[in-house]
Structures are given as structure tokens and as C-alpha cells.
DNA sequence: AACCCTATCTATAAAGC
DNA sequence: TGCTTTATAGATAGGGT
């Protein structure tokens, strides 16, 4: 059932600081994710990148974007960017552990897979070849 | 006063697929970067939430935006997202070492400064209060 | 049912030719 | 403010827990 009353104001310009309304947040938080999400989405499609995404919600529910996966870009940056060497070997067994994570790990790229799905069809959905 | 000649097709269409021009691609890496990074920074400020994004550009150079640090939402991820069970120990001193770690960490922080203010100075550059 | 999140539509802001 | 694409504010509906 569809009902149209009144045809909106349009896109209106607002200024960038915190929203304080907290349903009209929620719903911008939402919807500029998945436009963050899809930028990220193209850039990797574009120039070939790798980008992992973490975002904690106002009511802080981690969502992320990994392409190719979150784990496997932290792991990278981790090893790149080892921390002071007093503690490199925990930080060795963190990286193996990540490497090595199996049931954990097939829940993260499950989440991960949906996210991407969703973009792209997204993506395909009002889209026409050009 | 800005003179226009002719009109032009107008904002032209790309599709979404690899770049295969070299410059071209480092040129469109380069500026979608930037807005990515300052679209996250809006959601950051819009909703005060927390956001962390690694990019690996196509010269393996990590590029990173963190609000309010990368480091700290890493370990706040991993620590709520824990790898199985039996690399729990491992993973908890990782968290520590983060958590302890100095020098490195204020390099990161500083790289992240920098990158805040740059997009700070952008949105700054071409805007008029409304 | 109070919260959190997502989806859809329109009009329009913003950006790039 | 030409012309076009894109992102999104606003309003609202619906879905999941």
C-alpha cells in the first residue's frame, strides 16, 4: 500500500556537525555508510586497490567493507606497521592467529561477502550499460 | 565571473571498471581517495561515530584515515570480533602491546593529523557558510 | 512496542563537463 | 547556471530483535 501525500522539499543542504535529532541521525548514519561503502566499492573496481572499512554505529554495532577482506588488509597493515619490538612476537602470533582463524574468520567474510553483494546489486539494479 | 562558451554533453558517464590508463588511474586513485576520506570524515562528524580505513594504493603505499585513530579502532574491533579460542592469549597481548605501544603510535597519529587537516583545509577551501 | 536499521521516492544540492 | 550525473535530505514505510 502505497501512500503519496506530499511531494518532499528536496535534497536540502545542512551543515556538517552533529546531528541532533536522534532518528534523523540514525537514518543518515545508515544511508551515508552505504554511500561510503560504495565509494570504497569503486575504487577498488577502478584502480585495482585493496580498502577495509571499520565503522562503529551510534549504537556501537561494527560494520565493515573489505575488499578483498578486513582480516587480511589488517594483517597487512599490521605487518607493515609492526608496533616497538619488545612486543613483536605477540604481535607475530596475532598475525598467525589471523591467519590461521577458521570458524571466526568464515563469519567475517560472511558478513563481509553480504556487504559486498548488497553494493553490487545495488550497483546493478538502476543501472543500464553505457 | 566565469564565462562559458558553449554548453558541453555535460558530466560525462564512466563505467565501473579498471582504469586501464596508467596516469589516469593514479589521477582518479588519487581524488577519490581524498573524497572517500572526506566523506567518512562528514559521517564521523554527522553522527559522532568512529571510523578507521586502510587503503593500499597500487604502489603497495598505505594510506590510512582514522577517527579519532586508526590504532584505536583496530584494537577495539579485534577485540570484539576475537579470533578462536586457543590464540586468545596471543591476541590479548597484541591488544596490550597496542595499547602500550608509543613511538610508532605517534607517528601514526601525526600521519593521521595530517591527513584530517588536509581534509579539513579542502572543505574549508571552497565553501561559503549558507 | 521501543529501538535499530534499511528501503524507496522526490526534489535538489553538488560536482564535473 | 549552461547540461548532466551523482549523492543525499526529507519523509515515510517496513523489517528485525
Redesign the interface.
Known sequence: MVMKKKSSSGRQ???????PNRSH?QV??SK??S??FK??S??C??????????????AEK?F?FGHPEVES??D???T?????RQ?SR??Q??V???R??????QN?KLTQILNQLEIEKK?GEGVRP?
Do not use: D, W
Open positions: 543542504k545542512i551543515p556538517i556537525e552533529k546531528i541521525l543518515t548514519f551515508r555508510r554511500g561510503l565509494k570504497a569503486e575504487l573496481t577502478l584502480c585495482g586497490v585493496e580498502i577495509a572499512i571499520i565503522v562503529f554505529s551510534p561494527a565493515s588488509i589488517l597487512r597493515y599490521l607493515r606497521n609492526p608496533p616497538p612486543e605477540a604481535h602470533q596475532l598467525e592467529a589471523h590461521n582463524a577458521n570458524v571466526h574468520e567475517m550497483r553505457n
